[in-house]
């Protein structure tokens, strides 16, 4: 991984370095379909079946076969077709079969003719527009043939691949189990909430953050609350962490000053680098291996933990999960008003996105200081300002990533 001159660490060369070290950590087993909602998916799902399975009507009208068909001679209906209850008798020449919408079409049928384009007088029905061949036949096969990959390993199942599955049969599916993800908050400050502040403490809010993200995830956590600054009573929670999860991660400790402490700490358990990330907020991030478990130390300013767990924590949980990522959407916007910014680092700043009469508008959630939480409720997306950028004017274009599912 380069160091560029300036010392700080680049987001993707940091993102590169992490992901090259992991690989999926979860083994699989099959599990009934509703159980499998919000799990990863550990095989292609190939489909038993072809979807739809037979030839059947898009439209409730009349089944026909082309030779049949003179202009203004009417046909005289054979009988009918259901979805569920096909027609099974003769269709002589000069008839026409009434068919429903998902009934399988008579063996023989060149079209469907909806049924608002024909008169019927009786069983004589005309047919009042000439039909295309295949008009209005779902082809079996059509949507899904036999055989053809449905779904990808590393899909993880939402509401939308429910019903999918359902339709082709599928009651059981290979899945990976959740990633286990141990988590706790440092500080000597820091009060968990429900209880009393004294003068110099403030509540433990990271842990809320990173819990909601890892439920979001679809990982298990295991909360060991908040460690004092107490290298023995650290160490125990980092060898605690170690023996019962995947993935340790903790918030705070990590900046200057702090981190010569956890750093003698980790160095003795494991194999952890300290980096100073070139992003703003979130400067200060260590990551490694201890003895079992992977190691993510985030910073402790409540945005910065949050960032730098969307952006880079996030895609390494997906890989040791076995989860395909999809980096999120970028668009072009233009800000509104002026954006502060010196050059340095990338910025993720706190943005407000909307529609606005000529195309897409952003502002700025105000203070972009990286302990203003607020700065972060607000939002709906970040505004991604280039490394080398500086201050920005209002009308200028600017990159914005909306808020994924992690955060939403
Ligand atoms: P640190 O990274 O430990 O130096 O913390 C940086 C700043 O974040 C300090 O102001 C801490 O009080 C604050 N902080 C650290 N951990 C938390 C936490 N879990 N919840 C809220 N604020 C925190
Ligand atoms: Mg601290």
Redesign the pocket.
Known sequence: MGFDTSGLLPLSDALQGMLEQLACCCDSKQLPLPEALGRVLACDIASPLAVPPFDNSAMDGYAVRLSDLTAGTPLIMAGKAFAGQPYQGEWPAGHCVRIMTGAPVPEGTDAVVMQEETQADGDRITFLTQPEPGQNIRRAGSDIGKGACVLQAGTRLTPREMPLLASLGIATVPVRRPLKVAIF???D??KPVGTPLAHGD??????YGVRAMLARLGCDCLDLGIIPDDPAQLRAAFIHADEEADVLIT?????V??ADFTKQLLDELGEIGFWKLAIKPGK?FAFGRLPRAWFFGL????VS?MVTFDQLVQPALAKLAGQRFERPLQLQAVTTEQLKKSPGRLDFQRGILSQGPNGLEVRSTGSQDS?VFSSLSRANCYIVLERERGRVAAGETVTVEPFGGLLL
């Open positions: 908050s440092t500080g400050e820091l403030i509540y433990d809010s990271n842990r918030t705070g400790g990590v900046s000053g702090e200060p910073p402790g300013n409540p933990a302990a």
